[in-house]
């Protein structure tokens, strides 16, 4: 995923709703992002199309690309919908193109709605897919639970997991639930942190904007931290990429884990202690 955590943001529209891809690269460049994920949905500013704009200009400036394929229970990406085996095989030969493209990931991916179709067979054979076709394009699904059961459930046909700490109040317990979590893994595929920068739609009750400033930043400095210590990488959602949002203060404290930041893990996100990393428990 990069030394830095890889930004999740809303997207930067141009005047005719298609993504911007120009302020978008200028504003990864600008904070120091080398990866970005990207939701592909059904239309502008989150269209297919618009994902190949923003990988031809990612290319040129060396940074990754990782595209969010929607799941059944968030009505699919468009043009190929349901169809994930072709969805793989157009991002294996996409990324034959452009390197830029280092993974694919599908949101959700073990939820019960999503179960139905994503059993292991098939699942499998999104893996083979791409397999054929480029095999250092990564599969690296969104899970929000990783016990010995997902683990052995998924070995063999992911190239890694997004598992995600929903707790945005707090961190105790994140890096007992990474640390336990490469135990029944088992260096089977390497597990990357997702960390929210902000609110989703099913974290009900946010604090007034208040107390929103006082200690949300310390919050995700906090899990920034445990996560690139912890796991092989950070991936942070709902970032504020926006060109007016320079001064935000989630921004801020993003930006100190890029290569030259402030945080002591600055650059080096995913290295951990078995790598290197001085671990400071």
Not at 96 to 108: E, F, M
Not at 126 to 146: C, G, S
């Amino acid at each position: 995923m990069g030394s830095a955590p890889c930004a999740w943001a809303e997207p930067i529209r141009g005047t005719d709703n298609a993504l911007d891809v120009a302020a978008t690269i200028h504003t990864l460049q600008d904070n120091g992002f080398d990866c970005v994920a990207y939701v592909i949905e059904n239309g502008p500013p989150n269209s297919f199309a618009d994902f190949q704009r923003l990988l031809a200009a990612a290319q040129t400036a060396g940074i990754s690309v990782w595209p969010v394929l929607l799941p059944p229970s968030e009505f699919y990406s468009l043009p190929y919908k349901a169809d994930y085996v072709g969805w793989m095989k157009e991002m294996a030969h996409l990324s034959l193109q452009y390197s830029a493209l280092r993974g694919v990931n599908i949101d959700d991916f073990l939820d019960e709605p999503n179960l139905k179709t994503f059993t292991r067979p098939y699942f499998c054979s999104l893996y083979q897919a791409k397999q054929e076709i480029n095999p250092k394009l990564l599969f690296v699904p969104t899970i929000y639970d990783l016990d010995q059961g997902v683990a052995d459930h998924l070995a063999g046909c992911v190239d890694g997991v997004w598992f995600w700490w929903t707790n945005l109040v707090g961190n105790s317990g994140l890096r007992s639930q990474l640390e336990n979590s490469r135990l029944v893994v088992a260096h089977r595929f390497p597990i990357y942190a997702g960390i929210y920068a902000g609110w989703s739609d099913w974290h009900k009750g946010s604090p007034s904007p208040i107390r929103w400033q006082e200690w949300r930043p310390a919050v995700l400095r906090g899990a920034l931290n445990i996560g690139c210590r912890y796991a092989d990488g950070v991936v942070v959602w709902n970032l504020p990429l926006s060109p007016n949002s320079s001064d935000n203060l989630l921004l801020g404290v993003a930006r100190a884990f890029a290569p030259g930041g402030s945080a002591d893990v600055a650059g080096k996100c995913g290295l951990g202690p078995d790598r290197g990393l001085e671990d400071k428990k």
